[in-house]
Protein backbone atom coordinates (compact mmCIF):
# COMPACT_ATOMS: atom_id res chain seq x y z
CA UNK A 1 0.00 0.00 0.00
CA UNK A 2 2.96 2.52 0.79
CA UNK A 3 4.86 1.66 -2.05
CA UNK A 4 1.74 2.10 -4.69
CA UNK A 5 1.32 5.55 -2.53
CA UNK A 6 5.45 6.66 -3.56
CA UNK A 7 4.91 5.05 -7.33
CA UNK A 8 1.83 7.59 -7.32
CA UNK A 9 3.38 10.47 -5.56
CA UNK A 10 6.74 10.17 -8.04
CA UNK A 11 4.91 9.86 -11.00
CA UNK A 12 2.65 13.16 -10.41
CA UNK A 13 5.72 15.18 -9.54
CA UNK A 14 7.63 13.57 -12.76
CA UNK A 15 4.75 14.66 -14.88
CA UNK A 16 4.22 17.74 -13.24
CA UNK A 17 7.78 18.91 -13.30
CA UNK A 18 8.00 17.86 -17.55
CA UNK A 19 4.94 19.44 -18.20
CA UNK A 20 6.64 22.58 -16.17
CA UNK A 21 10.03 22.29 -17.91
CA UNK A 22 7.66 22.02 -21.14
CA UNK A 23 5.44 25.20 -20.60
CA UNK A 24 8.72 27.07 -19.89
CA UNK A 25 10.45 26.04 -23.13
CA UNK A 26 7.16 27.01 -25.21
CA UNK A 27 6.85 30.57 -23.48
CA UNK A 28 10.40 31.58 -23.73
CA UNK A 29 9.75 30.95 -27.89
CA UNK A 30 8.72 34.08 -29.53
CA UNK A 31 6.57 32.26 -32.18
CA UNK A 32 4.12 30.39 -29.72
CA UNK A 33 3.89 33.70 -27.93
CA UNK A 34 2.78 35.62 -31.08
CA UNK A 35 0.54 32.83 -32.18
CA UNK A 36 -1.27 32.48 -28.95
CA UNK A 37 -1.81 36.70 -29.35
CA UNK A 38 -3.12 35.61 -32.95
CA UNK A 39 -5.41 33.58 -31.71
CA UNK A 40 -6.68 35.19 -28.75
CA UNK A 41 -7.09 38.11 -30.97
CA UNK A 42 -8.91 36.70 -33.38
CA UNK A 43 -11.40 34.39 -30.82
CA UNK A 44 -12.12 37.87 -29.07
CA UNK A 45 -13.38 38.94 -32.71
CA UNK A 46 -14.97 36.09 -33.26
CA UNK A 47 -16.94 36.32 -29.90
CA UNK A 48 -17.10 39.67 -29.20
CA UNK A 49 -21.27 40.30 -28.76
CA UNK A 50 -21.19 37.22 -26.98
CA UNK A 51 -18.45 38.73 -24.88
CA UNK A 52 -20.15 42.29 -24.48
CA UNK A 53 -23.57 40.44 -23.99
CA UNK A 54 -21.74 38.52 -20.91
CA UNK A 55 -20.09 41.54 -19.07
CA UNK A 56 -23.46 43.76 -19.95
CA UNK A 57 -25.75 41.10 -18.17
CA UNK A 58 -22.68 40.31 -15.72
CA UNK A 59 -22.91 44.07 -14.91
CA UNK A 60 -26.65 44.24 -14.67
CA UNK A 61 -26.39 41.38 -12.06
CA UNK A 62 -24.12 42.87 -9.87
CA UNK A 63 -26.13 45.93 -9.52
CA UNK A 64 -29.52 44.14 -8.92
CA UNK A 65 -27.20 41.54 -5.98
CA UNK A 66 -26.02 45.39 -4.56
CA UNK A 67 -29.54 46.63 -4.36
CA UNK A 68 -31.08 43.22 -2.91
CA UNK A 69 -28.26 43.44 -0.03
CA UNK A 70 -29.17 47.30 0.33
CA UNK A 71 -32.66 46.02 0.54
CA UNK A 72 -31.72 42.91 3.39
CA UNK A 73 -29.68 45.68 5.46
CA UNK A 74 -32.04 48.13 5.43
CA UNK A 75 -34.78 45.22 7.39
CA UNK A 76 -32.64 44.17 9.62
CA UNK A 77 -31.75 47.48 10.46
CA UNK A 78 -35.24 48.15 10.94
CA UNK A 79 -35.75 44.90 12.63
CA UNK A 80 -33.07 46.02 15.57
CA UNK A 81 -34.50 49.19 15.65
CA UNK A 82 -38.18 47.79 16.88
CA UNK A 83 -36.26 44.86 19.02
CA UNK A 84 -34.60 48.09 20.65
CA UNK A 85 -37.46 50.38 21.06
CA UNK A 86 -39.77 47.27 22.20
CA UNK A 87 -36.89 45.48 25.11
CA UNK A 88 -36.27 49.43 26.23
CA UNK A 89 -40.29 49.75 26.70
CA UNK A 90 -40.66 47.00 28.76
CA UNK A 91 -37.93 47.79 30.64
Known amino acids: MLVKGVVTGLTVWTITRKGRQAMTALIRNPFVILGVGFAAGYFT ?3 RK ?7 GAVEQSKDFVLRQKENLADLLAENEEE ?6 QS
Not at 50 to 56: F, M, R, V, W
Not at 84 to 89: L, R
Open 45 to 47: HKY
Open 50 to 56: EIIATAS
Open 84 to 89: AEQSGS
